[in-house]
T-cell receptor, first 110, second 109 residues
């Protein structure tokens, strides 16, 4: 069975631009969560979506938004990019309690 | 953002040695999970713990959910080269995982 997939793998953007990251969960999983991992730190929770509804939001500015589609895939959008947004963005899917992570999208903001 | 206190920060061991790391929090969690992350990849789930006091094994890995629900430890027995990586604990409450600061494991030839 395919695991969590994310695209693109790498992305380079300029300050002020916006970016869209995509995630497909494990088949049968209805919940998707997004995390930001800055180099040298553990992942930080951004959002969780379940059945297309936002279930939780971490301490991130309104420049960060997300949505979930009827097929349970998800997009993370970040507007007005800052240098500090450079990080590995991880998507995790879950059916109940355990969250399984994808390989991440490495975003570099220059 | 909040991160759990994980120790040690790094470990340098020889192949075959046992490893022990732990994670503490000021908050109570309903579930504790342990992940391993290799460079450039996403975290891989190793063990999940659901009840206070629970002791769970997965091959050479053993983890326990602390009685107070504020801590957990992970042991790795007879380490092998593929154990190299960064280990993260994570406490779960509702939809949110809060991660530890990570333990970097290096095996000395």
């Amino acid at each position: 069975d395919a695991g969590v997939t994310q695209s693109p793998t790498h992305l380079i953007k300029t300050r002020g631009q916006h970016v869209t990251l995509r995630c497909s969960p494990i088949s049968g999983h209805k919940s998707v969560s997004w995390y930001q991992q800055v180099l040298g730190q553990g992942p930080q929770f951004i959002f969780q979506y379940y059945e297309k509804e936002e279930r939780g939001r971490g301490n991130f500015p309104d420049r960060f938004s997300a949505r979930q589609f009827p097929n349970y895939s998800s997009e993370l959008n970040v507007n007005a990019l800052l240098l500090g947004d450079s990080a590995l963005y991880l998507c995790a899917s879950s059916s109940q309690y355990e969250q399984y992570f994808g390989p991440g999208t490495r975003l570099t903001v220059t | 953002g909040q991160q759990l206190n994980q120790s040690p920060q790094s470990m340098f061991i020889q192949e075959g040695e046992d490893v022990s790391m732990n994670c503490t929090s000021s908050s109570i969690f309903n579930t504790w999970l342990w992940y391993k992350q290799d460079p450039g990849e996403g975290p891989v789930l190793l063990i999940a713990l659901y009840k206070a006091g629970e002791l769970t094994s997965n091959g050479r890995l053993t983890a326990q959910f602390g009685i107070t629900r504020k801590d957990s430890f992970l042991n790795i027995s007879a380490s092998i080269p593929s154990d190299v990586g960064i280990y993260f604990c994570a406490g779960q409450l509702a939809e949110k995982l809060t991660f530890g600061t990570g333990t970097r494991l290096t095996i000395i030839p």
